[in-house]
């Protein structure tokens, strides 16, 4: 057997490109594999058997109440922060800030190892410039200060002490703390009932009305229902900056039940988004996500100080569990850079720093651009706010919270929040490369929040359910990670019910309805928000007759089938000799799919016809047009997708069928509407017709467009024809 070679050192290059690509930690690739497996049994033995039996009650009795987690001392966070070195501007490009909670010496050891090799490669991520410093007052910074809160006392950091204005807003933010519930190690017998219910999706429905709401859906693991929110939610240095960014007000009334679900650790799937409440749901979730992250960072903390007290006394402690395999805890996913400028930029205000770095190469990357076209201006207003600023699709950004210094474009296993979108995230763990396949850093993320999942879908929603699959997996490497301090739960691989999912959509959809059916599974239990629609069918204008057709399918997964089987021999020969009575048609459908097939389909059988999808350009879509228009060609065929990405105005429209009705509900109107604004006023509405195809299972499409009070008629009587004019 020939010996085994020495592992060849990655050239300066190869690195760099690894952490381009993604491998956040390449370093770790040069040594041998860890096993994992006898690092977390050995964890797991020290503290017990498994707890954790999935779908089992435990038979020991109850474990009694640990105390609270009570914050520490003034004096002893202080200790605890004094002895953490603050790295200054002049140190920031050789800045090796590591994971600050490790102790003990195999950890320190291997941070000096890698701050030794990595020197002359830099930090940032996917970056060869220098390490940026941008300070946000000029004023010399002071000697780093308590970072916790006493939650006991209620006595607050000196620097975010409140005013007299401020004396009614403490009141509002005092009471327990649902969080440490949620992640305790508890091993009683309820969280063992949570368990099982979570995992066998035994989940206990009830109906709710929320004044602001509406209808929505309650998923209960145990009898309590909604709790009561909590009466002191926020860390306190999190109150004013809050306000400030608020536009200096409290919670709204729209803010404060949506807060008190994600504080509740529920995950939530709202489908209610709009434009008009997009800065409310955006300070909601960012506000949530920045409040999860500094408990957690300060629990971890004190814990350094409880430890290193008790080595300095020689007392044993005992356990101090507080943390997961790798150091991020929360991923926000978007869809475009203009999106997640707009949530950073709400994170640095809530995290009010004293420095944060990079934040002049974030203003170029993902701010908006100084000559932005006016192009945009002509298009309906929900098109201008979702293309506004930078569209880029492809990012990944990670917030590193220090001390008072928030440090942007951190490489993901020093970070504490990511932001990024799925495609640019699975340019990391879906690489084709094994080397550069990475997502070992998703292994403990404790909140997921994807916002805009409306927008997703018109991008890639298998980049989505890719990252779903790739959260809260054991890790191949340990990445020097202190198993003594990692959760019981996370050990046992309990960590995905330890997860808070939330999905943010103008409207509901199968492919979000399987995400919360598979992936959200908190212990917390789960809310469905269930609107009432009026249909956006009263914003068509046009005096035109509008005929809906139900397709009878025989079941779900021959749908698509029985659909174009039914268009092709009875639709499609009607629409030919429409040709004869000059009418020029469109023919909408929503799935690209669909599309592909129309057009192979009309393509084989010889059709005078035009296709305009997404992927067509602009010069090919204007011939298009200009052909459909001067009557060189009678059918067009359009999707979804190039309506959402270009909203064409097409011209000349006598007719318009949708092959299926569309996602967005609006878009119904809009194109119905271009049957009276692309004729002229002579035109006569005789010659003008809106013809509609539906199945029984377009449920949720047909209720956005007809309302909901009509939506169970037309989807379950014998009628299969119904007429709106």
């Not at 129309?598 to 298009?624: C, P, Q, W």
Request: hydrophobic residues 30%; aromatic residues 10%; contains cysteine.
């Amino acid at each position: 057997m020939p010996p085994s070679k020495k592992p060849r050192r990655p050239t300066r290059r190869e690195l760099q490109q690894l952490k381009e690509y993604g491998e956040l930690d390449p370093l770790s690739s040069m040594g041998g594999d860890n096993d994992l497996d006898v690092l977390i049994g050995n964890a797991i033995s020290k503290s017990g058997s498994s707890r954790f039996s999935g779908s089992s009650l435990s038979t020991k009795p109850a474990a009694t109440t640990k105390p609270s987690l009570a914050l520490d001392s003034d004096e002893e966070e202080e200790k605890e922060e004094g002895e953490e070195e603050f790295v200054g501007a002049e140190d920031a490009e050789m800045e090796d800030e590591g994971d600050d909670d490790a102790i003990i010496g195999a950890s320190v050891a291997a941070s000096k190892r890698i701050q030794a090799e990595a020197a002359t490669d830099g930090e940032d991520q996917g970056s060869d410039s220098e390490y940026e410093v941008d300070k946000v007052d000029n004023s010399e910074l002071p000697e780093d200060e308590d970072e916790g809160d006493n939650d006991d006392n209620g006595d607050d950091d000196d620097d975010y002490s409140n005013t007299e204005q401020d004396s009614k807003t403490k009141e509002v933010y005092e009471g327990g703390d649902f969080m440490e519930s949620h992640f305790a190690d508890d091993d009683s017998e309820s969280m063992h009932r949570k368990l099982a219910v979570a995992t066998q999706k035994e989940y206990k429905t009830s109906m709710a009305n929320d004044p602001m709401f509406g209808p929505m859906v309650l998923y209960n693991t145990s009898d309590e229902g909604l709790k009561e929110p909590n009466r002191r939610p926020l860390k306190q240095r999190l109150v004013k900056p809050f306000h400030k960014v608020n536009k200096g007000g409290d919670f709204t009334e729209f803010q404060r039940p949506f807060f008190s679900w994600l504080d509740q650790y529920r995950d939530v799937v709202f489908t209610a988004r709009s434009s008009g409440r997009e800065d409310e749901i955006t300070t909601a979730y960012a506000l949530h996500a920045m409040n999860h992250v500094m408990k957690a960072r300060d629990r971890e903390r004190k814990n350094n100080a409880k430890l290193a007290k008790a080595h300095a006394s020689g007392k044993d402690v005992g356990e101090l569990r507080d943390r997961g395999f790798t150091r991020p805890r929360v991923l926000i996913l978007l869809p475009f850079r203009n999106s997640a400028y707009n949530v950073v930029k709400k994170l640095l205000k809530l995290a009010s720093a004293e420095q944060e770095l990079n934040s002049s190469r974030f203003e170029k990357e993902y701010g908006p651009s100084e000559d932005e076209s006016n192009a945009n201006k002509r298009k309906p207003a929900d098109y201008q706010n979702t293309f506004a600023g930078n569209i880029d699709d492809a990012f990944r950004i990670g917030l590193q919270l220090h001390h008072r210094t928030v440090k942007l474009y951190s490489e993901f296993y020093r970070t504490d929040i990511i932001v990024a979108s799925p495609i640019g995230l699975r340019m990391t763990t879906g690489a084709q490369s094994g080397d550069r396949k990475d997502y070992d850093f998703l292994s403990s993320i404790e909140l997921v929040i994807v916002d805009q999942c409306d927008v997703l879908l018109m991008q890639n929603w298998d980049h989505v359910s890719h990252l779903f699959s790739c959260l809260n997996l054991t890790p191949k490497k340990d990445h020097g990670c202190d198993f003594s301090r990692v959760h019981n739960w996370a050990l046992e691989g309990m960590a995905q019910y330890r997860r808070q999912t939330v999905m943010i959509s103008e409207y509901m959809t199968p492919e979000i309805q399987a995400v919360f059916n598979n992936n959200c599974r908190s212990l917390e239990g789960k809310i469905r928000i269930k609107p009432v629609y009026h249909g956006t069918i009263t914003n068509v204008v046009a005096q035109v007759p509008q005929i809906f057709k139900r397709v009878a399918v025989n079941r779900l997964a021959s749908a698509a089938d029985d659909r174009f089987a039914h268009f092709t021999e009875n639709v499609l020969p009607e629409l030919e000799k429409s040709i004869k009575n000059e009418k020029h048609t469109v023919i909408f459908t929503a799935s690209y799919f669909d599309f592909v097939r129309l057009r192979n389909h009309l393509k084989d059988k010889g059709h005078a016809f035009v296709a305009i999808s997404e992927y067509s350009t602009r010069s090919e879509a204007m011939r298009a047009r200009i052909k459909f228009f001067e009557g060189e060609i009678n059918f067009v065929l359009y999707n979804e997708r190039a309506h959402f990405y270009h909203r064409y105005p097409i011209k000349g429209i006598n007719n318009i069928v949708f092959y299926s009705l569309p996602d967005h509900s609006h878009y119904y109107s809009e194109l119905v509407n271009l049957l009276l604004t692309s004729n002229d006023s002579t035109a006569s509405a005789d010659k003008l017709s809106c013809t509609v195809f539906y199945t029984k299972y377009d449920q949720l499409k047909v209720e956005r467009i007809v309302g909901t009070n009509l939506a169970s008629q037309l989807l379950s009587s014998e009628r299969a024809q119904y007429t709106f004019a």
